[in-house]
């Protein structure tokens, strides 16, 4: 069975290609998927060069010039020289390489281009972390991006946040529910609104009810109670709003067509992430109701229509229970289709996994459900002890 685990760049740098690949090697993982592009973050490192990381937005290698020539953004330069030697080195343990690429997360680029991120509905740009899937820069920097990922050389390009993010304040004192932040979540920039009115739908009017809305439980209104649903956000914010949900589909499936071409134009192969997983289980390893792939659409993924043109996804199975990562996985293949392939990602430490055993049950669960790989994250993240589950999770 095809597995990898998640190597950021800076455990290369800290401890050396060869003695990374010769550790990741004995557990029996079959690759390692490598931070090739990341976003900005402060870590805890059990055992890196230091135990807390602070990593910043960047492309770990030189990207050909040629790809982003004429374009209005290009990468953040992060260590140009960390995946020297890395793809002969997989290549001497017959290992595979992948290119684990953030997409559009991306604050450097955001802060210095405001325009081209998200706009919410009183036309605030409320994060400059997150670019807009719909701003034309923005998709042919996606397109370039994996393109020089892909002349890597490597196996695959993991592709993450190739969607819309949902509304992450770092601070709320006012008691937004579900749908509430899922409203305030919504990108109305021009060309969002341009997009969902060239689909039938009246842009300004869902735009108006979604400001509305979120003003009043701002002003002091009582919050939505419940999961956001199709069903429950019709009801509570009317149908233009929940067309205007619909038409960002579009926009990020247009996106992942062009970039999955693009790739396999380079000769390599697309593994498509949405972060749904991570969205309902990050922080506890208890995800909330509702599986990844039915929820997926709240942040413009339609996997349906993915399945016709991604030939990989990746699933995020962020959950203590095994039963919950093989219902996850399960329901990604009735989604996508079952001739794709469904890579389950999964945690080997705290907070999804307390013990070996439910490791292990875990990867049981995701085979048993059709994944046809195992991955696990990540290498710098995770004690030694916790690392040296994996074999059992692989030969079980």
Known sequence: MDSSVYVFVE??????????????????????????????SRDVTPHGLSRLTVRHDGAHFTP??????????????????????????????SMKLHG?????????????????????????????????PAHPDVREY???????????????????????????????????????????????????MRRATDLGVHAEVARDECARIVGGVL??????????????????????????????SETVTTLVSEVASAVAEEGSKLVFVDSTGAVKGYR????????????????????VALGDLVPAFGVLAYARDAARVADDVGAYLRSVGKDREVRAVLRPGHPD???????VAKARGARAAGALAVDFYAYGLAPHPVLERIPAALSS
């Open 142 to 192: 996606a397109v370039a991006l994996a393109r020089a990922v892909a002349r890597l050389g490597v196996d695959s390009v993991v592709a993450e946040s190739l969607h819309f993010r949902p509304l992450k304040p770092q601070r709320s004192f006012v008691p937004l529910g579900p749908m509430d932040a899922y409203l305030f979540g919504l990108c109305f920039c021009d060309y969002c």
């Open 64 to 93: 050909p010039p040629e790809l982003f020539a004429g374009l209005r953004l290009s990468p953040v330069p992060g260590y140009p020289n960390a995946l020297d030697g890395l793809r002969e080195a997989c290549a001497k343990r």
């Open 353 to 359: 996994s307390d013990s070996t055993d439910r490791l």
């Open 219 to 248: 002003d002091g209104d009582p919050p939505a109670q419940g999961e956001v649903t199709r069903a429950a956000l019709t009801a509570y914010a009317g149908p233009d709003v929940v067309a205007y949900a619909r038409a960002r």
């Open 284 to 303: 506890d390893g208890l995800p909330t109701p509702g599986l990844a792939a039915h929820d997926a659409w709240q942040l413009g993924v339609d996997l």
């Open 100 to 132: 684990w690429t953030v997409f559009l997360r991306n604050a450097t680029l955001g802060t210095e281009h405001p325009d081209v991120t998200v706009r919410d509905c009183f036309g605030d740009r409320g994060s400059l972390t997150d670019l807009c």
């Open 11 to 40: 455990d290369l740098r800290g401890e050396g290609v060869e003695r990374v690949l010769d550790r990741i090697s004995a557990y029996g993982v079959s690759g390692v998927t490598v931070g090739a592009v990341h976003h900005a």
